[in-house]
């Protein structure tokens, strides 16, 4: 067992891995200052769209809650009437909540939604520090104007507001 072998060479042999590396595009990137870009199709928040006039796109079928594999949408349903119009259907959801714990991000709500009503976008930090605060009720989904959720997603610690909550629109 000589030293050149078991200690010299391999300390050398692993120098000349980390020199050949520096020649390599660096693939670090410095979160929560950079976000790494999405691949185009990616699946994470929930939001609850609307039509350009205001109106909910949701009309409380439940397609999207009997899709669900992991059973975590609930959803309440009540008749629209011409005083209190919230969807240009017959009904809308008076209540609907996603049990975010349970959601695999499958995306098979979205699918089955007859609407486009419920959507799933880029808002990745989800993170949060009680068990309640991922049943996501309809306030929190709900767009708060048209066309919300297809703007470009911000990090949630690239925004002035640093208090600002996970998934840009969660109260
Ligand atoms: S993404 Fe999948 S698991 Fe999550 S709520 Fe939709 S259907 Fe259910
Ligand atoms: S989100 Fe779509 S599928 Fe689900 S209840 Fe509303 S309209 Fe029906």
Not at 70 to 94: H, K, L, M, Q
Not at 127 to 152: H, I, N, Q, W
Request: hydrophobic share 30%; glycine share 8%; with cysteine.
């Amino acid at each position: 067992m000589g030293l050149n072998k078991e200690v010299i060479k391999p300390i050398l042999a692993g120098f000349g891995i980390t020199a050949r590396r520096l020649k390599h595009k660096k693939v670090t990137v410095s979160y929560p200052e950079q976000l790494r870009e999405q691949y185009p199709r990616t699946r994470w928040r929930h939001f609850l769209a609307r039509y350009e006039n205001g109106l909910e796109k949701c009309i409380g079928c439940s397609l999207c809650a009997g899709a669900c594999p992991a059973r975590c949408i609930y959803v309440e349903a009540a008749e629209n009437t011409d005083e209190a119009r919230f969807s240009p259907g017959e009904r809308y959801a008076t209540r609907y909540e996603i049990n975010m714990i349970r959601c695999i991000f499958c995306g098979y709500c979205q699918e089955a939604c007859p609407t486009g009503a419920i959507v799933l976008r880029k808002n990745f930090e989800l993170a949060d520090y009680k068990r309640e605060s991922f049943v996501y009720t309809k306030e929190m989904l709900l767009e708060k104007y048209p066309g919300e959720s297809d703007e470009p997603y911000v990090g949630r610690y690239q925004k002035k507001d640093k208090k600002e909550p996970a998934g840009s629109t969660k109260p």
